[in-house]
């Protein structure tokens, strides 16, 4: 039977191994930089769920007040690398900075008290990223006819009721 952490530490490993297979080819200059933020976002995203066990395990005191802010991060990181996809002049340093901010109160509410709060803010904020990626993807997929784009509508999409539902619940 699988157990939250067990979940987590696949997760983990999943975003972790995910990212680098796309970091490689842009480091070899196989890809330009959407390679490195969909790479580095999830090898953040890995890092962050791999906190959470970490965490469960008697980590350090940071793990909690810095893993899910950082999680926002990686989000942003994920969502810019479709849009720098789809639109390679746009620019990106508002959206990062955005989501910083918004990570923001995430970085205060640490107690077990709030841990409601954090599972559905941090769940909101992961199904706004998952709804614009699914929207970059299909507009994408329409207008590039891009089959991989549809797997990412495919992958992302479904996530988004399930982080509202968790979200909700959470509250």
Do not use: C, K, Q
């Not at 890092?47 to 395990?57: E, K, L, N, P, S």
């Amino acid at each position: 039977m699988l157990d939250l952490s067990t979940m987590y530490v696949m997760v983990a490993l999943a975003s972790i191994v995910a990212g680098i297979i796309h970091v490689v080819p842009w480091a070899t200059g196989r890809f330009d930089s959407w390679a490195a933020w969909w790479g580095f976002g999830h090898i953040l995203l890995g890092i962050t769920a791999a906190g959470a066990v970490f965490r469960d395990m008697g980590g350090g005191e940071y793990i909690v007040w810095l893993g899910n802010p950082l999680a926002v991060i990686a989000y942003a990181a994920i969502y810019v690398v479709l849009r720098s996809f789809a639109y390679p002049d746009s620019r990106n340093r508002l959206i990062m900075t955005t989501s910083a901010i918004v990570a923001t109160p995430l970085f205060f509410s640490v107690s077990t008290a709030e841990l409601g709060f954090r599972v559905g803010y941090l769940s909101s904020l992961r199904a706004v990223f998952d709804l614009a990626i699914t929207l970059i993807a299909i507009r994408l997929a329409r207008r590039e006819s891009l089959h991989t784009a549809w797997i990412v509508v495919a992958l992302f999409a479904p996530t988004v009721p399930l982080f509202i539902v968790r979200a909700w619940s959470a509250l």
